[in-house]
Nanobody
């Protein structure tokens, strides 16, 4: 059974930092391009950051460039998202996702596995 389990969310003041983790089981993480998505209340789920199978290529939404860093440790079957300089508009449920295929994991429709999500709340 495939599981992606996010952790590390919480309540933080604006300007603060959080590190999200996504622990994978039941799959070999290095076979998948991975992504972090988020969904705020009343909004559609959107891509935040993506990373290639080997970790050599990353991509970010414009709204988080320079503040967030996606990384992975395939030996530990774990994906990370370091979030710095957090803003109230970053408040959302954050999900990790796995994609098959050659393209980067940036579209909801390309995902094959999802985690259950972790809440990130940034107060002003």
């Amino acid at each position: 059974q495939v599981q992606l389990v996010e952790s590390g969310g919480g309540l933080v003041q604006a300007g603060g930092s959080l590190r999200l983790s996504c622990a994978a089981s039941g799959l070999i993480l290095r076979r998948y391009n991975m992504g972090w998505f988020r969904q705020a209340p009343g909004k559609e789920r959107e891509i935040v950051a993506s990373i290639s199978r080997g970790g050599g290529t990353t991509d970010y939404a414009e709204s988080v460039k320079g503040r967030f860093t996606i990384s992975r440790d395939n030996a530990k079957n774990t994906l990370y998202l370091q979030m710095n300089s957090l803003k109230p508009e970053d408040t959302a449920v954050y999900y990790c996702a796995a994609c098959l295929g050659q393209d980067m994991c940036i579209r909801v429709g390309d995902t094959v596995y999802w985690g259950q999500g972790t809440q990130v709340t940034v107060s002003s």
